[in-house]
């Protein structure tokens, strides 16, 4: 990609080579798109930007571009999260059961929890203040929209029996879809055998994505 364009590459705080954040902080997608902006605003990078955004981190650029919409180019959602998501997961499974596998047990109790309690995720984020942030963002316009989305062979949670699995990765592929709701010029690319983990497991997938939204950019604006 850097053959193409200029990438730049954000490590959230508390990952990777950044600091983490104050233990008293109240974090949000909303607190990772502000450091996103003041980062790119000290190291003296003009937006426009194509965001690309992976897992977690799609739905920190859904709120970037909700919070500085005069500042983005576009978006790259790779396997993103939805912001109705967990909710939507959440009423696929059936009641609870004395003799239901442990898998399901286990499944309905992170998803029940998730957006509750910030210790369950690294970044001690606030799921539900960020799902709703996210859900903010009504359209785009006719800026570039890339939905790049793992495969639908992928399983939440490869324990989990069948069909219950069957039916969480339908509803995962179908928020896929409704992110194309975001711009007229969105497209849907869907890898065809990768899972979530979609810049380690195909990187070559996600590069062509993003690439495909850069050139998506550079010809909207020679019109």
Request: aromatic share 4%.
């Amino acid at each position: 990609m850097a053959e193409t364009t200029r990438v730049c590459l954000h490590d959230r705080a508390g990952l990777g080579q950044s600091d983490p954040p104050l233990a008293t902080e109240h974090r949000t997608s909303a607190s990772a798109a502000r450091d996103l902006e003041a980062a790119l605003q000290a190291a003296g990078i003009e937006p426009t930007y194509l965001l690309a955004g992976h897992s977690i981190g799609g739905l920190n650029a859904l709120v970037f571009s909700s919070l500085y919409d005069d500042q983005v180019a576009g978006l790259v959602l790779i396997s993103s999260t939805h912001p109705k998501q967990v909710q939507s997961w959440l009423a696929e499974f059936p009641a609870p059961a004395a003799d239901e596998p442990a898998a399901v047990t286990r499944s309905r109790n992170y998803l029940t929890t998730i957006e509750s309690d910030p210790s369950l995720n690294p970044e001690r984020m606030d799921v539900a203040a960020s799902n709703a942030g996210a859900d903010r963002l009504r359209t785009l316009g006719d800026r570039p929209v890339i939905v790049a989305t793992h495969s639908p062979n992928w399983r939440m949670e490869p324990e989990l029996p069948e069909p219950l699995a069957g039916r969480l990765e339908a509803v995962t592929q179908d928020l896929q879809r409704q992110f194309l709701l975001l711009s007229s010029a969105s497209v849907q690319v869907v890898a065809p055998t990768a899972g979530h983990g979609l810049p380690h497991e195909d990187p070559d997938f996600v590069a062509a994505a993003i690439l495909q939204g850069v050139a998506s950019v550079r010809a909207r604006r020679r019109f």
